[in-house]
């Protein structure tokens, strides 16, 4: 791969389209029309189609399941530290004037001592905002926020953190995205569990500030809520995959001394950072309660180009890591088990997509036998229609408890979320023709900003 190159939203090639439908119409007859002809083929891929939905939904219940024995007041158990580390934290800029005031008033904000921190904000020349002019204002008047001019032709997020990291004198290292703002207990919460033994990362929950803005960053937030409140602090608490967001992440300075600085060559340099973790036999903690408010796309064009760059680099990091992290010694079974499961999924997602031609060939009175009982399928059937609904109602609930107010409309959402996850499927699809067929240089296009400010809910 070369390294990533940073583009504006909005400046895709509508031309591709076309191109995208008559790959997908190729593969897909590829597959299904040999159906046709042979009725023992139109079974194995419903029932593999069968079981991969089997097995996803067994494994969410599971999950929601786990979530609800663990507590999220872990940090009771970390001790409190004598003295505490000089912190750095760095944050990427470009064309972030919208955002960036909420995030740097939530980092001065910040319940820490003043001359134990600093702020880097590693700005873009090339931002065509006023990023710049935002950042040196607040450095007038708070000598914490260091502001850092950065011309460079080599692109992308991961890039300019490595930029931050060779520049910074903290002992820990948090790395976030412009459009985070933090709760003030959040960095002592982090510092503390960043004690704990053989940890050498630590991510929080990212909500969403703007879940009022439209339906896409509503469902949107709600899909993160169900991620970080169930998905993968519930895998943690079972020794399965842990990995922390490009958006909100705390270090120690010696995990890059001992494994070396971000990829700039992957599109999720999170994850890719986060299998080498995992793969030196280290371990990310995830702790809900450090908490901090991120932007979700306010639009289903930022939304499309975002997740399409989130599941095109979990696709690279697949290539890049499943095999060495499959033969690690260093890794037990069930964290295998789950790391294969997470990897592989992200491009067998796009069979999914094959249901829908095979529901047309029904409607020809092709026979969709699968080698499953049609009792199991029924059962399962009605718990993944139901799943989205347990999953916010659960979510919200263990919300309400800790005194939030209850989000009845979010509950009632729960109908969209099955055109959301078709929408997701989509986008995996595309990502694939990106990554194995069309094999298009990488690109890191910046999610645009909408700017919200409320926290409301």
């Excluded at 219940?61 to 003295?83: D, H, I, N, Q």
């Excluded at 339906?215 to 995959?241: K, T």
């Excluded at 009632?412 to 996850?421: A, E, S």
Aim: proline share 4%; aromatic share 12%.
């Amino acid at each position: 791969m070369i390294p990533l190159k940073s583009k504006l939203p909005g400046s895709a090639n509508p031309s591709r389209g076309l191109l995208y439908l008559l790959l997908t119409a190729g593969i897909i007859s590829l597959i299904i029309l040999p159906a046709l002809l042979f009725s023992a083929y139109l079974t194995f891929w419903v029932t593999l189609l069968n079981t991969l939905l089997i097995i996803a939904v067994f494994r969410f219940y599971f999950l929601m399941a786990f979530s609800l024995k663990k507590s999220e007041k872990e940090l009771e158990s970390y001790g409190k530290l004598s003295e505490l580390p000089f912190v750095s934290m760095i944050i990427p800029a470009y064309n972030e004037a919208k955002v960036l005031p909420r995030n740097i008033e939530s980092m001065i904000a910040l319940d820490y001592p003043k001359d134990k921190i600093e702020f880097l904000y590693i700005y873009e020349a090339k931002s065509s905002d006023n990023t710049e002019e935002v950042i040196k204002n607040f450095a007038s008047r708070d000598s914490r926020v260091i502001p850092v001019r950065r011309d460079s032709q080599r692109g992308g997020k991961g890039a300019a953190a490595n930029d931050g990291i060779q520049m910074a004198k903290g002992e820990v290292i948090g790395s976030f995205d412009a459009d985070h703002s933090l709760e003030p207990d959040a960095l002592k919460r982090a510092v503390r569990a960043l004690e704990a033994a053989n940890v050498v990362c630590v991510r929080g929950r990212c909500r969403t500030i703007n879940k009022r803005e439209g339906l896409i960053p509503m469902v949107a937030g709600i899909e993160r809520d169900i991620f970080d409140s169930i998905d993968i602090y519930a895998r943690q608490g079972l020794g399965g995959f842990t990995f922390f967001s490009g958006g909100q992440a705390f270090f120690k300075r010696e995990v890059f001394n001992s494994l070396g600085p971000f990829s700039e060559e992957v599109l999720v340099e999170d994850i890719d950072y986060s299998l080498k973790i995992h793969k030196a036999g280290l371990d990310i903690r995830v702790d809900p309660s450090i908490v901090s408010w991120e932007e979700s796309p306010a639009s289903l064009g930022a939304w499309w180009s975002q997740r399409k760059r989130w599941t095109r680099g979990w696709m690279q990091c697949t290539k890049l890591h499943l095999k060495d992290l499959m033969a690690s010694r260093s890794i037990s079974l069930i964290k295998k088990l789950d790391i294969g499961f997470l990897l592989v999924m992200t491009i067998l997602l796009i069979l999914m997509i094959l249901n829908y031609p095979l529901v047309l060939l029904s409607w020809f009175g092709l026979s969709m036998a699968s080698l499953y009982p049609a009792s199991i399928l029924l059962i399962f059937g009605i718990l993944i229609i139901i799943s989205p609904f347990v999953a916010v109602t659960m979510v919200v609930f263990k919300d309400y408890q800790k005194g939030e107010t209850l989000r009845w409309k979010e509950i009632l959402l729960t109908l969209l979320m099955w055109p959301y996850q078709f929408l997701q499927m989509a986008v995996s699809w595309v990502a694939f023709e990106d990554e194995f067929i069309l094999r298009k240089a990488s690109e890191y296009e910046k999610t645009s900003r909408s700017g919200a400010t409320s926290k409301s809910l």
